[in-house]
């Protein structure tokens, strides 16, 4: 069984419904696109783990703090990282994303440091497809959420993010609309 940690936007805050109506919504930005599943807004901080009878979630320190910048949109060729916004790797998110390779994969301390170093690149999905992006659907996507944004009282990507949130044990196998949260616990801070 493949099981993902997710990290997402407190449910309760305007950003979390925010984020869901860009991924409900931006699959309408070109027809090339109308095929593209919805899902939760989230950054993956480690995908892979395999299910056993521990509470994964119970293993974690889940500092309150926590914040999450985006940094900008961004395009890439992967199913999962198809149109997404690029996120800052504070050091709470690389420590967090590093405790879970040692608590939850059986990393090394140091192995866990070199892959979040030189492989973890958080991210926050809006468009899963396999589709290629030309330019012409570059340009419909960035005119969407350009617009979404402004709609929602962002100018810039300064101050996009949120605090905290909820830590989801995510079965991640199959097609998306099967997903199935698993365990949550969500942020004190």
């Keep these: 069984m493949a099981l993902s940690l997710w990290l997402t936007p407190p449910p309760e805050s305007p950003l979390y419904a925010q984020l869901s109506q860009l991924i409900f919504e931006l699959p309408e930005a070109d027809p090339s696109l109308k095929s593209s599943p919805a899902f939760l807004p989230h950054i993956t901080v480690i995908s892979g783990l395999s299910q056993t009878n521990t509470s994964y979630l119970t293993l974690l320190n889940f500092p309150g703090e926590l914040a999450v910048s985006v940094k900008s949109l961004a395009f890439g060729g992967a199913y999962f990282k198809k149109v997404f916004f690029s996120i800052e790797r504070s050091h709470a998110l690389a420590e ?3 405790e879970a390779r040692v608590k939850l994969a059986n990393m090394s301390e140091d192995e866990a440091q070199q ?3 030189n492989e ?9 497809n396999d589709v290629e992006l030309n330019e012409t659907i570059k340009e419909a ?3 969407v959420v350009k617009e979404k944004l402004e709609k929602f009282g962002y100018t810039t990507w300064e101050g996009l993010g949120w605090k905290g949130g909820q ?3 995510v079965l991640t196998e199959g097609p998306v609309d099967q997903w199935t949260v698993l365990e949550t616990i969500t942020s004190t801070g």
Excluded: M, N, R
């Design 115 to 117: 892959t979040v170093e």
């Design 141 to 143: 996507v960035w005119c």
């Design 167 to 169: 830590l989801l044990l």
């Design 96 to 98: 967090l994303a590093k």
């Design 120 to 128: 973890y690149d958080p991210h926050a999905s809006l468009v899963y």
